[in-house]
């Protein structure tokens, strides 16, 4: 079968901006019908006036029997991931006509090289599924009981849900051809609603530029240099980054949907640790609490890592010190499938409790700058 690329490179990253926007309704798979070309293993050519649109993507079908097979089930038909690049995920979007089938399902790429690793390798990219929650009274009672220790252990639970804002920011120094950029990335979070990692990079030459990605209950979106974009994909992958955070975690523990459920415990960098298993939205993760003082040592969770591929990491957590009242954590080691992981590995050099946000943080700016 032959794989079409017509459309060229198409990516969207959380950390850069998006010069080029795909159009949020686009034909997929250059007009291919997805029916057949599952059920048959075929390229037949849609037509117009068979047209159903899901998602961003607008598919086209060879019949109103096929279109109508697709809309009785569209997730087993339509695009995989919601249109992120399979091999990169999170924010990285897929060209729609560039397309390769993996056990019965349609994956799309940013870039031929990802096509190309993807097709040699599907198992490497894909998220493996995860295992079910324990649902015994004894291990959520357990699970209640580990996160309320952690919870005393911050600072208590009064000071914990007082917090209205929490920011952090950490600088990181990038050794180019060049020169040294310079790079800042500061996260914050308003309570209740609002995320936003902003980026500002300094040159060499001393000029710089900041871009940053927002994330509200109702919206995600990129912007710097007077432009806006909307996040196209992955704001399941922006919520469990960023809902991962001790504090933006621990405050959601009386959400309906938190749910916790201890799992006994392991030895973690020599240490004996209690785990509790969190899940809230996207969010899931394991707490590994420290049995005496209930201070949370590490965050364990699955995810993509260097290079896209999906493993486990564990994200030990030290250098703690007050800030605000709560006693928290400024650094962060990482490993990825047991291995040191730069990429999460950082030293945070400022934290910021309670300070206001203005609100334009949170709000779009106009498409155009204006």
Same mark, same amino acid.
């Given at each position: 079968?032959?794989? *079409? @690329?017509? *459309?060229? #490179? ?11 926007? $795909? &159009? ?31 998602? @961003?993507? @607008? ?7 096929? =279109? ?5 089930? &569209?997730? =087993?038909?339509?695009?995989? *991931? ?8 999170? $924010? ?29 390798? &599907? ?5 493996? !599924?995860?295992?079910?929650? !324990? ?6 009672? =357990?699970?209640?009981? #580990? ?36 790079? +800042? ?13 902003? @980026? +500002?990079?300094?040159? !060499? ?40 955070? %001790? ?18 415990? +392991? ?19 394991? #707490?590994?609490?420290? %049995? ?23 994200? +030990? ?26 990429? #999460? $590995? ?10 206001? *946000? ?13």
């Amino acid at each position: 079968m032959r794989h *079409l @690329r017509s *459309l060229g #490179l198409a990516l969207l990253l959380v950390s850069a901006p998006a010069a080029a926007q $795909t &159009p949020e309704v686009a034909d997929a798979l250059d007009g291919v019908d997805p029916v057949i070309l599952l059920q048959q293993n075929k390229e037949v050519f849609g037509k117009s006036e068979f047209a159903a649109v899901r998602g @961003r993507f @607008r598919y086209l079908f060879s019949t109103a029997e096929t =279109k109508a097979t697709f809309e009785k089930e &569209p997730a =087993k038909y339509e695009i995989a *991931l919601s249109g992120q690049c399979a091999r990169m995920g999170k $924010t990285v979007y897929g060209n729609p006509s560039d397309y390769f089938i993996h056990d019965g399902k349609i994956y799309i790429f940013g870039s031929d090289d990802c096509h190309k690793q993807f097709a040699a390798a &599907p198992e490497k990219y894909l998220p493996k !599924p995860a295992p079910a929650m !324990p649902d015994s009274a004894a291990a959520k009672t =357990k699970g209640r009981e #580990l996160i309320e220790r952690v919870v005393a252990k911050l600072g208590g639970a009064a000071k914990l849900d007082a917090v209205t804002s929490y920011s952090e920011s950490i600088t990181q120094v990038q050794k180019r051809a060049q020169g040294e950029f310079k790079i +800042t990335t500061k996260t914050m979070w308003q309570f209740p609603g609002g995320a936003r990692i902003e @980026r +500002t990079n300094q040159r !060499p030459d001393g000029q710089s530029f900041t871009f940053a990605t927002v994330l509200t209950p109702t919206d995600a979106f990129n912007a710097g240099q007077g432009r806006s974009s909307p996040v196209l994909v992955g704001r399941s992958s922006l919520e469990m980054d960023l809902g991962r955070h %001790p504090v933006a975690l621990l405050k959601a523990r009386g959400a309906k949907e938190f749910v916790a459920a201890a799992l006994g415990t +392991t030895t973690v960098d020599g240490t004996t640790v209690e785990q509790v298993r969190v899940k809230k939205g996207a969010v899931d993760v394991t #707490l590994h609490v420290d %049995p005496k003082s209930g201070q949370l040592h590490s965050i364990a969770f699955d995810d993509r890592g260097p290079g896209g591929v999906y493993g486990h990491f564990v994200l +030990t957590l030290g250098a703690f010190r007050e800030v605000g009242g709560l006693l928290l954590p400024h650094e962060t080691r990482s490993l990825f499938n047991g291995e040191p992981d730069q990429g #999460l $590995t950082a030293t945070i050099q400022s934290i910021e409790v309670n300070t206001p *946000l203005d609100a334009a943080l949170f709000t779009r700016p106009p498409a155009d700058g204006k």
